[in-house]
């Protein structure tokens, strides 16, 4: 089971690096929460954003094309951590993550994002889906920034 | 007919207020000049008074003019600024952007100071400055300070500057109900961009590049009302604009707006630019700040706020996040598009690409797709830098009849 949890991980990385949007929503499960955060010492605040359902994140893919967005490639690389089963049969894990963006002129690579991932994983239909995709970043600066959320 | 060399370099055929050199947003000697002449000499916001919540709370800011500074609340409950600077050896005196520091001590030698700018102690200073230098000698350097306007706590370098009210005059009336009440910052991030800070004031005070927002020509430009907002300009070098109805349903995936602001109507919307580079941007639920912060001609640090009020019950609170992070988070609609445009403008117009002119020539009767706001804040520019916009080096000749 551990082995499943940590490709479904990394599938949802592949799947966003390839921008195949329909291919990470397959991965979700049906009550799928999705949320960005980071704490600012500077307001002394954890701060959140971005909160989506599966039906929303849906829509903000579908919506990138009406969008101007940086065309730069970006790389996740994920070290899953932990993987914990829950009380109630789900299960956890904590992923370390990273983010490289490549630009597509002369493809610089550079690191563009640090943070944690929590998913809580449930079984939906036979198949393991995320059920909650929580992630802190420790990075908070991103220069002008990218549409297409980690 | 695409143009020659020649003709690439010829003043477009405006009037000269409606044209700026492009080197104004690239020349390290105007940039110098600007820090002096502008940045030293306006008040500038620094942070939220939230953001000191306690006694002995402190931030540090990196004042645009150049001078770090410590923002800090005393023992009275009063805000002060100094240099972030010791007196001896010139070192920083908080590294941390935010804490609490009942006494602010020198990590290299010890030296401390109170949260007046008052030197407590000079480590072994009778032993080795005797009588010549005391505490006396070296309190810190302190920086006229104001709370204003939203709770805002704004700064000043200049001693003799005009007071925080009289600086802004009229220019914030329309907000004047709006940010009557307590405010709390809920977001705040930095974006560095290589670009300069004019650019990203001027993209605050023109909504022609609403052409770029998908979300707003949804929500906005299309919708009735859109084309009556108005500019309207204020002494040192402040505007406004006027508010309308926004749809926020009109684009898939947002919905009409739940929550409100007291005394702004639904769906409304204002926009305040205050001289060099603040902008109010009071949306329907959320209001954002901007502060620009140039660190050299082509490179700029923002700070974006997003602020609701002090009273918000939680689910208020939730809602106004969510409105805030749906265009202007990190990963929102708008915001990447915009600082994707100024860091165009900064790729664009570097030193040594051969641009020339910005132009700024749209009239419409002060409507919304009128550039007078750009027009406006060029005017004052050129006033407080004492030479034109268009004309910044003095080796500028004009092309035509202007």
Known sequence: ?150 | MSKSAKEWIQTPPFPTSHFVDSRIYTDESLFKEEQEKIFNKSWIIACHETELPGAYDYRTFSHPGGAPLIIVKGEDQKIRSFYNICPHRGNTLLYDPVGNAKRITCIFHNWMFDTKGNCLEISRGKQGYQDRYTCEDASLREVKTEIGYGGFVWVNIDDDAMSLKDYIGDSMNMLEEQLSMPLEVFHYHKAIVDTNYKLWHDTNSEFYHDYMHYFNRATGMIQPGYFDRKYTGYPNGHASVGSMEIKYDAYAGSKARSVGWPGLAPGGWVLIDIFPGMTFNLRTSVLRMDTAIPLGPNKLVIEFRGLGLKSDTPEQRAERIRDHNFIWGPFGRNLHEDLLGVHGQGRAMREGTDSKWVIHGREENSTIHDEVGMRHFYAEWSKKMNRPAFNPLGDNKLSKAA
């Not at chain 1, 089971?1 to 499960?29: A, P, V, W």
């Not at chain 1, 049906?30 to 039906?55: C, H, T, V």
């Not at chain 1, 049969?89 to 983010?99: C, E, I």
């Open chain 1, 1 to 150: 089971m551990r082995e499943q949890i940590t490709e479904l991980i990394y599938k949802s990385f592949l799947t966003l690096d390839d921008l195949n949007f329909s291919g990470y929503i397959d991965l979700c499960h049906s009550s799928f929460n999705y949320k960005i955060g980071a704490y600012s010492p500077e307001i002394r605040k954890q701060m959140i954003w971005l909160q989506e359902s599966r039906d929303s994140l849906k829509l903000l893919f579908e919506n990138l094309p009406k969008h101007n967005s940086d065309h730069s490639r970006l790389s996740r690389l994920g070290n899953v951590y932990l993987i914990n089963q829950e009380s109630n049969g789900d299960w956890s894990a904590l992923t370390f993550l990273q983010v490289f963006r490549t630009t597509l002129d002369g493809g610089a690579s550079e690191l563009f994002a640090v943070g944690k991932i929590k998913d809580k994983i449930r079984e939906e239909g036979g198949t393991l889906k995320l059920l909650d995709r929580d992630i802190q970043l420790e990075t908070r600066m991103f220069g002008f920034g990218h549409h297409i959320p980690f």
